[in-house]
């Protein structure tokens, strides 16, 4: 898929994303800066969503997530996350920004195994268990 129509399309599917995500100057472009930022900010609202309160990130306009999410709003996004997950993953030339801006975002964070296995499709939920088996 062409580069500006996954940028466009994330930002369609998520704008609160696109009003806080500040990419920096000359890689707005940039497919996996914008994807990987976009992980940052997927792995930020599932620790919010569990624990209730996350680390300062700055973000554009020095928002704050636990200001712009409520806990119902939260699970809702979280779910349209893994589900846009979902339809990334049936095309294959998307593997690898899932790969490198999604799942590496996440792996890290305890809480996105439970969530992934709960709200991934099973091959999309497989694949990210191998990505986190050759990470670790």
Known sequence: MNEKLLINNLYKEFPIFYDICDPII???NNVYHIYGNFGLFFSDLITLYIVKKIDY?????????????DASMLEI?????????????????????????????????????NLARKFLSKNA???????CKRTL
Request: charged share 20%; net charge negative.
């Open 26 to 28: 000359g890689m707005e």
């Open 57 to 69: 990130r700055e973000y554009h306009g020095d928002f704050e997530l636990s200001q712009l999410y």
């Open 77 to 113: 996004e979280i779910k349209k996350v893994f589900n846009f997950i979902n339809k990334m993953y049936l095309n294959e030339s998307n593997i690898d920004i899932l790969n490198t801006c999604i799942f590496e975002a996440i792996l890290g964070n305890d809480y996105s195994y």
């Open 125 to 131: 939920y497989n694949h990210y268990l191998n990505i």
